[in-house]
């Protein structure tokens, strides 16, 4: 069921993008749902601050630019 879900998520553009940020603001407001005593796995690992931008909105930016233009 979950590997259905991702694939209707990868297949839609739209929804991907709306994933995408959900899961950006989901990390930067609720880190404390993750790093809790509850979750001894999050103890052990370092898990990276997200992104000030993803690579699909730093690529429209700057893709003019690796082409010369």
């Known amino acids: 069921m979950s590997m259905q879900g991702m694939a209707f998520t990868l297949a839609n553009p739209t929804l991907y993008k709306m994933a995408g940020k ?4 989901f990390m930067k407001k609720t880190p404390f749902l993750l790093n809790n005593n509850l979750n001894p796995w ?21 893709r003019n630019l690796q082409n010369g233009e």
């Open 42 to 62: 999050y103890q052990q690992r370092e898990m990276p601050e997200p992104p000030k931008e993803s690579f699909h909105d730093w690529y429209k930016k700057n």
């Open 22 to 25: 959900t899961g950006k603001w």
